[in-house]
Each structure stands twice: as C-alpha cells, then as structure tokens.
C-alpha cells in the first residue's frame, strides 16, 4: 500500500512522558502506609485543598444549586443515552448452562463487582462526560459500591456540575482528590470506602501510571495514553466539517494525535489550509493546546482507494475513527480496528465524547488492535460452574485420570482415581497414561 504524507508526524504521544513510574510508586507507598492523613497531604501539595475529602449530602445539593437548569437538563439527556445504551450492552451477557454430556451440566454466571472507583480528570477541563460514562455503566452493571473522585480547585472543590453529575448518575461516594491520591484512595479503601475491585476512567500521566502499577491488585479498565483520532475522506467529504473535527480532537492537549487518511489530494490540500485558521478561532488555552498538537503529532495521507483507507486504519488502530466517505456500509463491514466508530458527517466524535450513548473510555495508542473500550461487560464477571451426575463423571474421570497421568501430575489423577473406586466398586479401568 502507497501512502503519501501530506504532512507527518514529528513527535510521538509518548516523547514527552517521560519516566513518572518511580514518582507515582513513591506516593502510592506512602499513601497505602499513611491512610488518610498522607492522602490529605498530597491533596494540600497537589491539589491546593484542605476542604473536606468526603461530599456530604449538604454538599451535594449545594453544588446542584449552582448548576443551570438548562445545564442540568443536557447532562440528564446524556445520561438517559449513556444509560439506556449501557442497558442493552448488559443484555447481551446472560446466565446459561448447557448440558455437555447426559448428566454432566455448565453454566456461566456474569457476577458485577462489588466496589468500582469513578475517576473524572478536573484539571484544563471538568470532564463531565467522564462522570457520565464511567459511574453510569458501573451502576448498570451492577456495582454493590460506586465512588466517584475528581480533583478539587484550590477553595472551591470539586466543579458543581461534576458533583451534580456523579450523583446523578449513581455514585454512593464522592471524594475530592485528584491525581494519583484519588487513585490510592479508592484502590487502598481510605475514608470508609471498600477497596476498589476495578478502578475506571481517564487522566494525565500520573493517574494512567497509578493504574498501571495497581494493575493486579485491582483490575482497570485499560492502559491509557493521549487520545487520538482518525478520519478516513474520499471526495465527498465536506473540508470544513473534516477541519473542524480535527481540530476539535487536537485541543485535548499537545499530544493527542490526529490524522486523516483521504483519496483525494484536493481535499487533503484544502483541510491542511483550514485547519490553522480554525485553531485561531479557539480560546487562549485550546488554541495552544490543538497548535502544538497540530504542529507536532498530526497527519495527512493521500492513499488510494477505500481498501487502501481501511489498511490506514488497521495499521493505526485509533481510539476514534470517523468515516466521511460514500457507502458506509462497506466500510462498518470492513474496518476492524478501532476503539469507536463514527460514520458519516452526521455524527462526530464530540457526540461520542458527550452525550450519543455509547462510551467514550476507549483505547488509546494502537491498543484497539486487541480490547474495546469501557463498557458494563468491564465491571462483571464471568464466571462458570459444573456439576455432574455419577454416570456423567465417569468418561470424564477416566479421561481425566490419563491425561493427568501424562503430564506427570499424579496427584490429579488420584483425585480421579478415587472416585471412579467409590461409584463404580465392580469396574476396572485401565487410567495408565498410554490408555
């Protein structure tokens, strides 16, 4: 497959990372020795807040007087989508057996976790959305325990609509911390909470890292990194609406990658154009943020035909991918890796990000080769069971007696043995490895 950039990429989404492990492992020691008092610590270092940690109900509602009604009414439209979308996931996993052989029953249960720990970023942005997608579908699932955390502002707290919208959606806590303290405070179960069984949601580098390094202990939901975006064009596509959703994508932060994959040159020539003069229009912060992004992680690609587009999009296997192309239906067919799928001008991926429905914690750097993004299926378990009648046991002990025999684990096959002697006295059986 040709592929001509356009324009290429000069930076990585991980150059500027940076080695943050040995930082983040020093503050989850200290914290996991030090309970609540050293996480209030790093609260007051980090965060700038000495407010109280727990919201109570007071709190609560005081922070839903804040927020506009007409602010209120969007975040319920929202999570009426995310909601009713998380539903009818669920009912795609159900309980069931099968009977394997006369006698010989399997099932499976899908069990929720017990505890999830909710994080929703509150630094450049309050990450509303996150609180919508992260403790809605841990309440769908099931969830026994929900906290919900997010980084307070230096006397303020928590930003109203986060706090209006976590409890909203579910949460039975909701803490004020940020970074990797938030991150501790659920997995560690400081300030009354359960232990977190899975801790969900995004963030910087410091709470990606936490997650990672509590991986195992806990489980998460994925390793995160930048999030990144591709758009695959062919010439119907509109230039502007192309150049604004790349822009839209890049002022998440100056490493978010954004790309576009196109068959037609004159489209790709027309958006590079664009693009800059849209950043222009953005406020201070999201201009700068989407200029370095644009500057230093985007690109453009000129390859030919639809199949040459889907292989940009296997090789790159972006968090979003959006198609503006004709015949959409060949394209759902076809493409396989990504984290969401966006087709059509109709829709973009701000509308994933915010309120269509499906999730908007997705894969990042290529990760979508291999896992899907959050969903209810993430906070449950599936779990199987077996049982059996005597006569049912019987080919199964016998078989098992053998191949147990063979591996060298004798003490298997006893357990086998010993059952074939007890339910069938009068029978003989040949359980040597050779049969």
């Known amino acids: 497959m040709t592929v001509d950039y356009l324009k290429k990429a000069t930076k990585r989404s991980t150059d500027d990372a940076g080695d ?24 007051a270092k980090f965060d700038r807040y000495d407010g109280n940690v727990v919201l109570t109900r007071d709190e609560i509602d005081a922070a839903a007087a ?20 998380a539903e009818a996931q669920k009912d795609t996993i159900r309980d069931m ?56 502002r230096p006397g303020v707290g928590i930003a109203p609509a986060i706090v209006y919208t976590a409890d909203l959606c579910g949460a039975d806590t909701i803490l004020a911390l940020g ?60 230039p502007h609406i192309v150049a604004w959703d790349l822009v839209g994508q890049a002022e998440h932060g100056y490493n978010s990658p954004v790309w576009l994959a196109t068959t037609h040159r004159p489209l790709a020539e027309k958006v590079m154009e664009l693009v ?12 700068e943020n989407a200029t370095r992004a644009w500057a230093d992680m985007a690109e453009v690609m000129v390859v030919e035909g639809r199949e040459g587009l889907a292989r940009v999009a296997d090789d790159y296997a972006p968090e979003h991918l959006h198609v503006q192309a004709a015949d959409l239906d060949w394209f759902l067919g076809r493409l ?5 799928l966006f087709l059509g001008e109709e829709t973009t991926v701000a509308f994933g990000d915010k309120s269509s429905g499906p999730n908007h914690v997705l894969p990042t750097s290529g990760a979508a080769r291999y896992t899907g993004g959050l969903s209810v299926h993430k906070y449950m378990k599936l779990v199987t069971w077996q049982r059996a009648s005597r006569d049912a046991a019987k080919p199964v002990a016998e078989a098992t007696a053998r191949i147990s025999r063979l591996e060298g684990m004798e003490g298997h096959a ?8 007890k339910y069938f006295p009068d029978e003989q059986f040949d359980l040597s490895a050779a049969g």
């Not at 970023?121 to 996150?130: E, F, T």
């Not at 396989?336 to 969401?340: A, E, H, L, M």
């Open 179 to 238: 970074g990797v303290q938030g991150i501790a405070a659920m997995a560690f179960g400081l300030f009354g909470l359960p232990k977190a069984d899975i801790l969900v949601g995004p963030g910087n580098q410091f709470v990606a890292e936490a997650k990672r390094i509590l991986f195992g202990r806990v489980g998460i939901d994925m390793f995160a990194g930048p999030t990144d975006s591709l758009i695959l064009a062919d010439e119907t596509a509109d």
């Open 414 to 421: 006893r357990t086998a043995d010993i059952r074939l002697e």
């Open 276 to 287: 800059p003069q849209y950043i222009d229009q953005l406020p201070a912060l999201n201009r």
């Open 336 to 340: 396989q890796c990504y984290g969401s």
């Open 97 to 152: 057996e099968v009977e394997i052989l006369p006698g010989l029953m399997a099932g499976q249960k899908a069990i929720p976790c017990q505890a999830a720990g909710c994080y929703a970023p509150g630094g450049r942005y309050s990450h509303i959305a996150s609180a919508l997608m992260t403790v809605t579908t841990a309440k769908v699932a099931g969830c026994g325990h929900i906290a919900a955390c997010s980084p307070p």
């Open 66 to 85: 804040q927020v506009p009604q007409k602010l209120k009414d969007d975040i319920r439209f929202a999570w009426d989508n995310v909601r009713r979308f």
């Open 20 to 43: 943050v492990r040995a930082t983040v492992q020093a503050i989850l020691d200290e914290i996991e020795q030090g309970g609540d008092e050293a996480a209030k610590r790093y609260a």
